[in-house]
């Protein structure tokens, strides 16, 4: 239904589908999987597509990277990760696993910054305007 609509834009991200740590792990999988399954079908329609890193708990390390070319462009996004201690040290783990495994050349971070070392991967920041509003008293 929206195959036209996105073919307008130079590249659009695969889905992002929350991995909430009280999820059953088979839900984790299931949300990886349609999401990979959705940038598929995105390419096969002549879409170009950026994949999005997404993950939960460390056990989620297992697949969460499965299905995506190592030395790319990647996509992140910090919603959520910001809000505490815990959910910025799983964010951190998973984005060094991410480091690890997927190696991405470029990553499309959206989302408040969180402190982390990307080496020498080129990073380009999307700001939420919803987010940078309410900081700024808006």
Known sequence: KYIDVLKQYKCVCSPDFSMYL???L???L???YRSRLIGQF???NGINVIPTLQWAEERTFQFCFDGIDP???VSVSTLGAAKGKASRS?????MKAAM????????MLYGELIDF???????IRFKNPFIEGMHNGR
Do not use: L
């Not at 799983?90 to 998973?94: E, H, K, L, Q, T």
């Not at 690890?100 to 990553?107: A, D, S």
């Not at 070392?117 to 990073?123: A, E, L």
């Open 22 to 24: 009280c999820m059953p």
């Open 26 to 28: 088979v839900v984790k």
């Open 30 to 32: 299931w949300n990886v």
């Open 42 to 44: 995105w390419q096969q």
């Open 71 to 73: 030395d790319g462009t």
């Open 90 to 94: 799983y964010w951190i783990a998973g």
């Open 100 to 107: 690890r495994i997927v190696k991405p050349k470029v990553i």
């Open 117 to 123: 070392d990307f080496g020498n991967c080129k990073v």
